[in-house]
């Protein structure tokens, strides 16, 4: 099974990845259980900074769709076909959407909406 | 003194072999892909112009030539002012510097290689990179009978060198013997980890020729690993039982092996050369 990334493409390269990897799961390319290449393999086969691939890695097992087992390496997860079709970044896009459009409706101003998002977000990171 | 002409006798073969027949064979599996696989068809395999090319063959066939001319010289010194040692000195010194000059002409073309691959990279204009989503694992290309020969070989050098310390020889090197060999097969397992999942070198590299490369690398490496053991231990126990006169022989059959083994690495068989087209037909 052969991945393709594009540098010049305006998707980015561990998102480019992410959707490949997930592609080869739905089209049964890769299945659950297989090993998949590591970290540093892969980002030297598609010459790219080991922390795009790592970062790329961490989103699909966040995901559950690849599981990593310490020295073993990193496999497919049994889910991943199921896990694949979840779009998290669709999920939040509507949720907000939705939540946004409420708060609107109660007459919240954008930029009162802006403040707020960002003292809930500097909340949670600090 | 027979063991004299045995000597020079063996040091002939590693002057012809190493400096004439092992060079014109690689000069002419080159001159067979110059031909067959022209620049006027094959311009991604010629970063450079290809008189380059020609100016660089041409470079390492003066450079073994001379290696020639003073291998018949150390044996034309040998054969009309015979003594003990080779020029006076110290046959194994002359062996060890002599394969030395020997392989400075390989060794000039593998830099050269890495540089013309770096140039190959750098004229190679394509915005998209492949990978193939498979693990490449040590026991995917050699037989994890060979690993465990070369480890056993290894362990039992450690205790030989344990075991033949104890005789107090004033020549033995005692554990220098083993952080030497450790280094070497160190050195050999960094090479082996680089070949499995470094950087390629050759930017328009098909995976399968990749893998066959990888394959004979790896497989070449760990015989060196064995063979480079085997060799120490069998000289300290040719030195331990005073066969010294056998010791120039052993080197030098040992130095034509390893050429030998390191020549296996310049197979043009089952290469894909139709990624070097300008339109290739196989990506």
Known sequence: MEITIDIDDSVPLFAQLIGQIKQAVLCDEICPGDALPSIRQLANDLELNNKTVAKAYRLLERDSVIQTKGYRGTFVHPDAKANSTVDLNAWVVTKLGETIGAFRESGVTDSEIRIAFGDVMNRRSS | ?283
């Open chain 2, 1 to 283: 003194m027979r063991e004299q002409m045995i000597f020079y006798f063996v040091f002939l073969s590693q002057v012809l072999l190493i400096s004439s027949y092992l060079p014109r064979a690689i000069l002419s599996r080159v001159r067979y892909v110059v031909e067959t696989y022209p620049p006027s068809k094959y311009p991604k395999l010629y970063p450079v112009p290809i008189e380059a090319v020609e100016k660089a063959q041409r470079n390492y066939k003066n450079m073994n030539l001379f290696a020639l001319l003073v291998g018949f010289v150390l044996l034309f010194i040998g054969a009309y002012s015979p003594t003990e040692e080779m020029l006076n000195w110290d046959s194994i010194s002359v062996i060890t510097i002599y394969f030395l000059v020997q392989h400075s002409p390989m060794m000039i073309a593998a830099t050269s290689g890495f540089t013309y691959f770096n140039l190959m990279r750098r004229a190679d204009s394509r915005t998209t990179r492949k990978a193939e989503l498979h693990p490449r694992r040590l026991f995917y290309f050699v037989s994890p009978v060979i690993i465990g020969v070369a480890i056993f070989v290894y362990v039992a050098f450690v205790s030989f060198i344990i075991y033949v310390r104890q005789f107090d020889f004033s020549w033995f090197g005692g554990y220098w013997n083993i952080f030497g060999i450790t280094a070497l097969n160190l050195l050999l397992v960094g090479i082996i980890v680089q070949n499995l999942y470094g950087k390629k070198k050759d930017p328009y590299q098909t995976y399968e020729d990749r893998v066959r490369h990888i394959e004979l690398t790896v497989n070449i490496l760990v015989f060196s690993s064995i063979m480079g053991t085997v060799y120490v231990a069998i000289a300290i126990g040719l030195h331990a039982l005073d066969f010294q006169d056998l010791m120039p022989i052993s080197l030098s059959l040992y130095m034509q092996l390893v050429a030998i083994i390191g020549f296996r690495a310049f197979r043009i068989d089952g290469i894909n050369f139709e990624v070097y087209k300008e339109t290739p037909a196989v990506a």
